[in-house]
């Protein structure tokens, strides 16, 4: 202010000046003393500032230097796992060594009272190395390797005679290969490790057979294992051993490894067909079968049925999935995809070996399909849904993915149709077509056919949209839970609902017999996982005409005007999660209302109820 003060005023009076300059030098002292106070707290602030500083980068230091030497521990010690061992035990352990050059062997020892041996050692670096010990001891044991040189990824134990009422034990599991715990969830999951695709979906004498595609060691999709699991009911499963390795030259960052296929029970032996694969090899991909009597082993190493696909159709590399059926003619076939520079192609093979075990050739194109920039028809299958294959007035559903597909009118990508027909053995005859699971998060289906239960049918519970390398490396996955697959009343729709035994199993005690909840009260839970269903009947809409997307962010949906119906879930984690039902058909909806986003739309849908099931998981300890 003193500054300003004398740049107006006129220098003509001494006694005025002398007081302007007293009042500026007071001023300036003023100024000076608030400036000296100003850089002294600034002073002090950068001295603290610069102190917490040092004091950061000190703990920094000690703490970088405290991992070191807990990661130099942690890599020089001796791991020691306690093991409980009978006269039959096997062991199953995959190991590596810890760097490609290292001098010293990676292996693993078993000691006891009386033992101190190496039961698996190897100087291979780029991929798990599996090994098969049954070293017929009785009694308690320790497995150890030394953390610096071996690199140990996955151990379990079983005994032949108990594993598919008992399961393997598993022994050690790396922390890379580890799946969240999912208490009480009751869809099919891994053990351990990546799981994609379902394969040979059957019911082989007591049990049904669920096998996987598997990478037991890590959560991604690297060179493709069988895992396999059996259940009497198809709630409860048990895990069994791996049931096929890749090649152990494929190395983890290569694509190959087993892909899909199927499994087919033969009196006293089940038989299985897969894909071989491995990208950048010619052929890329051919069929092979493996049996297997104990249900838990191949009884002989596997053997190629067809060699490559058909050479006069001109198709990409792309030959997979095998799906073994019985014709309407008695005879067997086999359904696969492919490709060719416009889209998919379903090719059909059959046999006349009763034994399916030889003698496959190409029959014909059963099916094409270029919509929606599809590439492969993937996962194909052929299985009848309303009675007995050998009757000619079966109708039979086809359901394949339309693999890299997009629609354009919803975003939603990788979609699964179904086409419903006639197949006298040799041609299908389709009637109509659907979508399977509009939401698209059910990928590969794979049905199987029982002369007493039906069809069924179950399904990745993702999708390779949902996943991606760069985005999420690290995926556990489920299984849908399994379904019927049966004609509506009018035979015009294929519908997918819940199997019934399952759903008296999951829901085996009603919580709110009085509809507590529908008053506003609170109910007791017991400890587990609970359904509320919800249930909309005689649903009707007084305008049937599309909605705007503001008209659908504004909420209003309850008077008597209203363009459409939406139920909305309140969730922990989820933001706008519900159902809305309109005239371009029904919807879930999830994320913010005006946020870019694929629509999980069944468009044209006209339902005139829906019921939705909302789970949650309660534990009072937690």
Known sequence: MAITYISTN???????????????????????????????????????????????????????????????????????????????????????????????????????????????????????????????????????????????SYIYIYEPESVLELGIRPAFIANAARNPEVPEGYHFRPPIGWMNDPNGFSKFGQYFHLFYQNYPHALKWFPMHWGHAVSRDLVNWVHLPIFLLPDPSIETNKTGGIFSGSAIPFPNELKVFYTDSLFGRTPMEFQRMVKTKDEIHPIELAKTIIPEGPPMLNLTQDFRDPNVILGS????????????????????????????????????????????????????????????????????????????????????????????????????????????????????FQSLYNQEIGTLTIAWLANWKDWSWDTKPDFPTAMTLPRKLILSADRKSLLTPPIDWIISKLRNQQLDLDQQLLKGQYIDLPNGTAEILFSLQNIQLNILEPISSDQRSSNNSNNENSKFIRLEIEHPKLKNVGVEISAEGIEILYGPPKQPQQRLIALGAKPSQIQVPYFLYYNASL
């Open 10 to 152: 006129s220098v003509g009076d001494k006694k005025e000046n002398n007081s302007i300059d007293l009042s500026i030098e007071r001023g300036l002292s003023a100024k000076i003393e608030e400036n000296n106070n100003y850089f002294n707290k600034k002073k002090k602030i950068t001295i603290l500032l610069t102190f917490i500083g040092i004091c950061l980068v000190l703990g920094v230091i000690i703490w970088c230097a405290f991992r070191s030497n807990s990661s130099s521990n942690n890599n020089n010690k001796t791991i020691s796992i306690p093991i409980k061992l009978y006269k039959t035990s096997i062991l199953h352990i995959w190991l590596k060594t810890r760097e490609e050059k290292q001098t010293k062997k990676a292996n693993i020892k078993i000691k006891n009272e009386r033992l101190n041996s190496i039961i698996a050692e190897t100087n291979k670096f780029k991929e798990f190395i599996f090994f098969e010990l049954s070293p017929q001891i009785k009694g308690n044991a320790f497995l150890e390797w030394f953390n610096r040189d071996t690199w140990v």
């Open 329 to 444: 003619d008695g005879k067997w076939k086999m359904i696969l995809g492919s490709r060719d520079n416009q889209g998919g192609v379903i090719l059909l093979y059959g046999t006349d070996d009763p034994t399916a075990e030889s003698g496959w050739h190409f029959l014909n194109v059963l099916h094409r399909d270029n919509r929606l920039g599809m590439t492969v028809a993937e996962c194909s299958g052929l299985v009848p849904i309303d009675g007995n294959p050998q009757d000619p007035n079966t109708l039979w559903a086809l359901i394949y993915a339309l693999l890299n597909s997009t629609d354009p009118a919803t975003g939603r990508k990788d979609l699964t149709t179904v086409h419903v027909g006639t197949f006298d053995g040799i041609n299908f005859t389709p009637l109509f077509e659907q979508e399977m699971d509009f939401g698209t998060h059910a990928y590969a």
